[in-house]
């Protein structure tokens, strides 16, 4: 079973920049893809993006493809998400989770775990 712990998010001005991390626990971490989702209150959790295995292959959501970077550290098992740009429509609590089977997948109940998020605000 693979436990995940969201961290660094926070309060971030519009256009600010925020990174938060994800670290896993378990020993088969590195064959998992990874995705990042997000849930503002009141809505759906949402995919935002995702990553291979090794890495090599990432999706993104429409809404933020070109100021977020997905990026993995097997070494560490690790997932962090590069935030850029932020917008006031930003602000959701991020999560991680480990895909059930290789591919991509961008809904949120075809994943089985859940860390406990972390909060992004983007405000004045």
């Known amino acids: 079973q693979v436990q995940l712990v969201e961290s660094g998010g926070g309060l971030v001005q519009p256009g600010g920049s925020l990174t938060p991390s994800c670290a896993a626990s378990g020993p088969t971490f590195s064959s998992y893809d990874m995705a990042w989702f997000r849930q503002a209150p009141g809505k759906e959790r949402e995919f935002v993006t995702s990553?291979?295995?090794?890495?090599?292959?990432?999706y993104y959501a429409d809404s933020v493809k070109g100021p977020f970077t997905i990026s993995r550290d097997n070494a560490k098992n690790a997932v962090n998400l590069q935030m850029n740009s932020r917008k006031p429509e930003d602000t959701a609590v991020y999560y991680c989770a480990p895909g059930r089977r290789a591919g991509h997948v961008a809904v949120w109940y075809e994943y089985d775990y859940w860390g406990q998020g972390t909060q992004v605000t983007v405000s004045l």
């Open positions: 990553i291979n295995w090794i890495g090599g292959r990432t």
